[in-house]
């Protein structure tokens, strides 16, 4: 069946970087957009950023523009979201997703910005 296990999250100090990875299993990753989302507390889920098949076209939400980076190893099913800069508002629960008919969800993985 279709998983996706995003793992990275962790607490870090504003101006930190983390890397987040997503490592999906039971369908053909390579045919699919790949999106990473994000939920702060209190706050509705909110698209990050989205990576096309083969990885050569990539966009972002405003918010994040300039810091994070999406990027895909075809080989290894994996999807990443490399975050720069960080700032306490990109506080959240992180979630990896692709659309198959249904949009798909991994479990997520926390990031907590703050000092």
């Known amino acids: 069946q279709v998983q996706l296990v995003e793992s990275g999250g962790g607490l870090v100090q504003p101006g930190g970087s983390l890397r987040l990875s997503c490592v999906a299993s039971g369908f053909t990753f390579s045919n699919y957009a790949m999106s990473w989302y994000r939920q702060g507390p209190g706050k509705e889920r909110d698209f990050v950023a989205t990576v096309t098949t083969s990885g050569d076209r990539r966009s972002y939400a405003d918010s994040v523009k300039g810091r994070f980076t999406i990027s895909r190893d075809n080989a290894k099913n994996t999807v990443y979201l490399q975050m720069n800069s960080l700032k306490p508002e990109d506080t959240a629960v992180y979630s990896c997703?692709?659309?198959?008919?249904?949009?798909?969800w991994g479990q997520g993985t926390q990031v907590t910005v703050s000092s």
């Open positions: 997703t692709f659309f198959n008919n249904r949009q798909y």
